[in-house]
Structure formats: C-alpha cells, structure tokens
Nanobody
Framework: QVQLVESGGGYVQPGGSLTLSCAASRSINSIDLMGWYRQAPGKQRDLVAVIHRFGITNYADSVKGRFTISRDNAKNTVYLQMNSLNPEDTAVYYC?????????WGQGTQVTVSS
C-alpha cells in the first residue's frame, strides 16, 4: 500500500505561484506513476500532470508552460510547481499514485486563486 500526504495549498492572487508537495509512505522508486489531479466545484476530477518512474512527464494542455512536476527520490516526494496562476486553476488538488496496478489518492489540498 501507499499513503500520500499533500501539502502546500493555499490562497494566491492571479499571476502568483504555489508549490504543492506529495509525500509518499514508501520509496517512490518503486511507484510506477505519480502525479496530480484537480477537481473544481461541480466539475469532474481532471489530470494536471504525471511523472513516470523513469522521469517521463505529461501535462494537461491548460497547464503546459506554467506548471512543472518533479520528484525527489531521496525524500520520497513529488512536487508541483505552479506559476502564473489564474482563477481557473482554483480547485482541490489531489496527489495520485499507481503502485502494483492499484490507484492511490491523497486527501486533497485546496488551491484558491483570487484577487
């Protein structure tokens, strides 16, 4: 099993930046895929960015060029650096992992972008 704990959400003005962290309970070298999804009120949960075990990344078109996903194997942590935030980025952000063919989710962290 994998436990995922997010941190770093909060309130930011448009154009600002935030960095989300997701700490895993086991070595992320053993986890096939990790990433971030988000869910805005009344909408479905959508992929934001993922990073594969070997470092390949994928991003939603809406965040390309603004968000960067990265990993620190020594800390068993995945990060989401978010720049040039706009109100449409407001959502609950969930950390996600695939390990031994099972999906795991964190509890979510709220990101609010507003002036």
């Amino acid at each position: 099993q994998v436990q995922l704990v997010e941190s770093g959400g909060g309130y930011v003005q448009p154009g600002g930046s935030l960095t989300l962290s997701c700490a895993a309970s086991r070595s992320i070298n053993s986890i096939d895929l990790m990433g971030w999804y988000r869910q805005a009120p009344g909408k479905q949960r959508d992929l934001v960015a993922v990073i594969h075990r070997f470092g390949i990344t994928n991003y939603a078109d809406s965040v390309k060029g603004r968000f960067t996903i990265s990993r620190d194997n020594a800390k068993n942590t995945v990060y989401l650096q978010m720049n040039s935030l706009n109100p449409e980025d407001t959502a609950v952000y969930y950390c996600y992992a695939v390990y031994e063919r099972r999906d795991y989710w964190g509890q979510g962290t709220q990101v609010t972008v507003s002036s």
